[in-house]
């Protein structure tokens, strides 16, 4: 099963052993590739390229969810998995054009992502 999560609040995640936000480890990973992307006319903007830098790490999302495990957690048949493994994307555009916010998002997936090619493929 395919997996992608596109990023609005903040999440933590267990890379190498510590806890840190999503956003914190991408921000320390080195940019793989940039490449534009062509972006539609909207309601809020017209037709343009933005030029965006890739990054990507992994680690490990908990997915403690009440919902589904309950409040105390313990019935083990509902469990699925602690955590799940995924790669975190971010795409943020460098430099923006004056007087326009910047594109930019973060992708969680269960695929991987460890290198430009694969980031990319993700991205398109």
Do not use: C
Not at 14 to 40: M, N, R, Y
Not at 70 to 95: F, L, M, W, Y
């Amino acid at each position: 099963m395919k997996l992608y999560i596109n990023l609005y609040s903040l999440r933590y995640i267990d890379e190498k052993g510590k806890k840190t936000t999503v956003q914190t480890a991408l921000s320390k990973t080195p940019i793989l590739k940039t490449i534009a992307l062509t972006l539609p006319k909207n309601q809020q903007r017209v037709a343009r390229t933005a030029y965006v830098d890739i990054r990507s790490t992994s680690g490990w999302l908990p997915i403690r969810n009440n919902l589904v495990y309950g409040p105390t957690n313990k019935d083990a048949s509902r469990h699925i998995h602690e955590k799940v493994h995924v790669s975190a994307i971010s795409v943020k555009e460098q430099p923006p054009p004056e007087g326009i916010a910047p594109v930019e998002w973060v992708l969680l997936t269960n695929l991987t992502a460890t290198d430009a090619f694969e980031a990319e493929e993700k991205v398109n």
